[in-house]
């Protein structure tokens, strides 16, 4: 206690904390880390020319085999389709991150190994790919054609964003990428009896560099390499090939040149045609920054003749959302500070309270900032919750000093305080602490209670420490001066004296009818918990609408972006529509338009474009955001798999549970989630007539591969970029069955036509193979009105259960929803345990279990005025009511802990004498919840803030009203 009188020590020890604090601060970080349930991989392999049947069997499958040797695998999601196999693989977010990545990248090269030379090097991406970019733009021009500008945006733009900390990757779509064509002549290489597999093993022994040994002497050693890499095409037209035992020039049979590659999709914004380029962010990249970095380092690159138009930027919604959460909670600040002197009226005492909260920002944001953790808006939300907490313990000093006659005297009393101040704090940092563990069920919740937890112990510490050495006042009873603002608080001093005591009288009055209405809502909560709907945490983009046309699979890229022109125009001429982003690949368009949400809703917005379906004469159009019928329930989109052996099989089920489930009450739409299956020409090789040609299946298949598709056999490197050389056969782009029936394929002994090898049909073959966790799957997307993501996923399952399946097929739901009841009763128990913590904690403190029961039954009958509010409104509960629950079990039984400790007998006066702490501590708690609850940008935060509000308010008057009732009861009943 000596330092509490050594006010100038005290004062140069505080100023040394807080230049520590703001050296710690120096590199605070703003922005949105990882907000994700679970850390994704995506695996991505590129094998030209190969269809989806054939990917899923040489690459999608086994590398889901090897995947299993990896611990800690939640979920795993594939797609094999035309030249492309993308893998998913989800993990939860305990896993260490970097190991992962040392296992999926060591099992991915391996794979690559043993695959053939002409499958592309596999990306592994730290991110889901269908996550929302970060940021993202398009390119377009009136003066430079669209192929020079992919190829800025290809070799310019893309490595320059690919090197910003925390960028997983960056998606170029839209025009044409340039490659090195060799584009043979088939017949003449048919008459030589040249494979065409030939060429690219020409090309790929002449474009290498590879180590060729040391050259040692005494003095030194020196490695040879051997660099016969290409450096121009001229050098690639004069490579040698045998031709019926003559050695001629590539440029002999084949034409040689940088060509664009022909066009996988056709972008367009605001119907001109555009190059679109988005960033991903990886799982721990930080949006914010990489949405500043993103617009810092593309400004000065950018032609002025290529027009610049950003679609989307993440950081600066994440930003403004930061802006407008932080100015609320500035606003909480400065009520806060008006409140505090309607209870405090020495200036000494008010600005030393005042002083606590910045004191304990201060320090929250540097602990965050040295642990490397971003200030958010669940860092701010975790600050706004604490205003009222931190206040707890500077004002129980502040009315020590005030009831101390002495210096002396003060001192002693804060020796006796500073037990009851620690468990006070004790109480609420322990109902947090298992919060801490439940990151993958809610994420962000970690940023919460951190802030919350250090802005308590900085603010108990400095209440101890440094708060009593300067509040004691001097000639603090001499006779002041009245003034009028003297004399309003004053009176409002009296006000709520008499008001409280009145209000306890008459709870003292009735203790039998209050008695029974405070045990009916120590149940009631649990009751409540049961009975109301639960809600599956989701953040959507408000102002981003997505849209989908499906046309026959074959159908072509530019056909589709033709026949879907007047569709778009009309969308675009909606007034609240800022701009529409098409993007037509083959059988499909998908459209992401942004609107204005200040002029139109999701669901008008729908309707309107809805109207507009007539215009697109074959094309099935599918809104998600779409409900044509006025429903009173929230319409919800859950996606159902139909797992098994077989695809047809399960696409056949899909088929048939779309149509039963859709006829169901409450159903809005059913959608399948793939298509039907394309036409293609099919060969039935004829054994015989192979063998006496001299050759078999695969040679015949791997010639027509380099005829028809074109693989792509090496990179050709210059100027520090690389561009793909492609070889396949001359004018081969738009065969007939005819023609390829009329290919002269050359064989061991001549060339044959491919015809009178065997059998050519037209036929059938699944475009998209879907896998879920090692099984075929088919999905569809219901569409469902109900109060309750629970409700739903009941109705839906309801729904399935009447739906008889194969033997080894099943349904999968979404394993979030699956787990949901599992989640919200390990929360529920969360909850009830940290009543049970606080139970045994105050009984370890006061050797009185009976008191500590009293203490704690405060908890249920806080939080069941937020709970009653959401079922009599029919408002299903989410993570952020449960989470304002267990953070309410250790605010609300502070109040009751201020009655209990005090030292008078009579239950009057007992909260006569503790009226001000509750009343400073519960106001400034509710004032915090305020701009969580009204002004909050996210589900979570406005739930939590909504729980905060009500369930302060509830333990405020609680503790004026019906605690003192059951408190008189159990009183009188201990005295007989």
Known sequence: MRTYDKPVFTAAALCAVCILLSIACLNMQFGEANQYRYHVFTVKFEHFGIDAAEMEK???????????????????????????????????KNIDEKKIYL?????????????????????????????????????????????????????????LLESIDGVAEVIVSGGSTDEIQILFDIERMASGGINPETLGTV??????????????????????????????????????????????????????????????????????ESIAVSVKAAGNGNSMLISKQ????????????????????????????????????LQSFLLVILVLPLFF????????????LPFSVFTALAFLSKSQQSIDQNVLSGISIALGLVIDAPVVVAESEAASGTKNIFFIKMSEIIPSMVSSTLTTLLVLIPLWFFEYLVPGIRNVISTIAMMLISSLIFSVVFLPAFIYRKNRFEQNSQTVLSSFFHRVHTFYIKTSYKITLYAIKKDKLLSVVYILLIFLPFALLIFSGKNINT???????????????????????????????????????????????????????KFDAKQTTKEQLALKINSYAYLLHNGFLYIPDLSEEKHTHTLHEIQIGITGDNIDTCRTLAQSAAKIIGGNYGIEQVVLNFKNKEKAVYFMPDRNILERNDTDIQSVANILRWMLFGPVIDKWFQNNSETDIRIAGKKTGNMTVAAVKNLHIPTGKNEIPLHTLGTILQTQFTGKLYRKDGRPVSYITIHIHAKSSDKAVAAIQTYLNEISLPKGYAFSLPKELIHLKRNYRILTLVFISSIMAIIILLTALTENPLNALLVASVIPVSVSLPLLIRFICTTPLTMGDIIGMVIISGISVNNAIYIMESNHISLLFKIRNKIQSILVTSITSIIGAVPLWILGETDFSKSLGFVLFFGTTASLLSSLILYPAILQKYQSISNR
Do not use: W
């Open 58 to 92: 040489t690459i999608t499958i086994p590398l889901e085999e090897k995947l299993g040797a990896i611990s800690g695998i939640f979920e795993i999601r594939s797609a094999a389709e035309y030249g492309i196999s993308t893998t998913s693989v989800y993990f939860e």
């Open 103 to 159: 296992e999926l990248r060591e099992i991915t090269d391996t794979l690559y190994a043993a695959l053939p030379q002409s499958v592309q090097k596999p990306h592994i991406y730290s991110s889901d790919t269908n996550r929302q970019p970060v940021y993202a733009f398009s390119l377009s021009s009136d003066t430079t054609d669209l192929h020079t500008v992919r190829r800025f945006a290809d070799t310019s733009l893309k490595p």
């Open 203 to 272: 090309v790929k022994d002449a474009n290498v560099v590879s180590p060729g040994g040391t050259i040692r002497n005494p003095r030194e050693n020196k490695i040879l390499v051997f660099n016969s890499r290409i450096k121009t095409v001229d050098e690639m037209r004069q490579l040698p090939v045998t031709l019926k035992d003559n050695i001629i020039r590539f440029m002999h049979i084949a034409d040689i040149g940088k060509n664009p590659r022909e066009k996988n999709e056709i972008v367009r914004i605001r119907n001109t």
């Open 294 to 329: 993103c617009a810092k380092r593309l400004k000065p690159v950018i032609p002025e003749d290529i027009v610049f138009t950003v679609l989307y930027d993440n950081g600066k919604q994440i930003s403004d959302m930061i802006g407008h959460i932080a100015l609320a909670v």
């Open 345 to 356: 009226h020495s200036p000494r005492s008010l600005s030393v309270i005042i002083f606590t």
């Open 539 to 593: 953040e959507s983009n408000d102002v981003i609408m997505p849209v989908y046309i499906e046309f026959e699979p074959e159908q072509s890229a530019s056909s589709i972006d033709m026949q879907t022109r007047n569709f778009i125009n009309s969308i675009e001429n909606i007034t609240a529509v800022e701009y529409a982003r098409t993007e037509a690949k083959k059988g499909s368009l998908e459209v992401e338009i």
